[in-house]
T-cell receptor, first 113, second 113 residues
Framework: AQSVTQLDSHVSVSEGTPVLLRCNYS??????LFWYVQHPNKGLQLLLK??????LVKGINGFEAEFKKSETSFHLTKPSAHMSDAAEYFC???????????FGKGTRLHILP | DTAVSQTPKYLVTQMGNDKSIKCEQN?????MYWYKQDSKKFLKIMFS???????INETVPNRFSPKSPDKAHLNLHINSLELGDSAVYFC????????????FGQGTRLTVV
């Protein structure tokens, strides 16, 4: 069975500084991995996805993530944080052999002025 | 031109009542899901349907009964509502291949008083 662990429940960075949101996964099969963002009182928006092609994945709004199989990680990064990045971020693993899409517990990103 | 739409967006009801949440997707996907997001923002899968067939039932109380009249619809009926059912419920859909992300509705905020 697959699982996903987001290592930080809260991350605070200053505007203009880099963002790192950490995610580790467990899957007995080659997984697909995703990052979603949820702004307050909003739905879920896909930021980016990894599906066994390039290990460095670029997403929307300047975010990117690198799939590292040896470390079973899929950390999300952004070079320079913007106030509008303040939101909840979810790392998600999909192993369609059992039709499950599993969410991590989320990381709340705070941007300090 | 909403891809996954849920109604209603807000639902306030008394304990003991029965209520339904409707979900429709116009993406031609064959798999649909219901997720529950609690007050701590954790998203937990409740049900998964593929081609109108129940695939996953994640130990959800049998007061919750999903119904899929066709591939484009997955409704959630809840009997005898309890205070602990208060949450945001998200419907999602995806294609049944490993690489396609799930598309989410905007959520239904259910408040049981």
């Amino acid at each position: 069975a697959q699982s996903v662990t987001q290592l930080d429940s809260h991350v605070s960075v200053s505007e203009g500084t880099p963002v790192l949101l950490r995610c580790n996964y467990s899957s007995s099969y080659s997984p697909s991995l995703f990052w979603y963002v949820q702004h307050p009182n909003k739905g879920l928006q896909l930021l980016l996805k990894y599906t066994s092609a390039a290990t460095l994945v670029k997403g929307i709004n300047g975010f990117e993530a690198e799939f590292k199989k040896s470390e079973t990680s899929f950390h999300l990064t952004k070079p320079s944080a913007h106030m509008s990045d303040a939101a909840e971020y979810f790392c998600v693993v999909s192993d369609r052999r059992d039709d499950k899409i599993i969410f991590g517990k989320g990381t709340r990103l705070h941007i300090l002025p | 031109d909403t891809a996954v739409s849920q109604t209603p967006k807000y639902l306030v009801t008394q304990m003991g009542n029965d209520k339904s949440i409707k979900c429709e997707q116009n993406l031609g996907h064959d798999t649909m899901y219901w997720y529950k997001q609690d007050s701590k923002k954790f998203l937990k899968i409740m049900f998964s349907y593929n081609n109108k067939e129940l695939i996953i039932n994640e130990t959800v109380p049998n007061r919750f009964s999903p119904k899929s009249p066709d591939k484009a619809h997955l409704n959630l009926h809840i009997n005898s509502l309890e205070l602990g059912d208060s949450a945001v419920y998200f419907c999602a859909s995806s294609a049944r291949d490993r690489e396609t992300e799930a598309f989410f509705g905007q959520g239904t905020r259910l408040t049981v008083v």
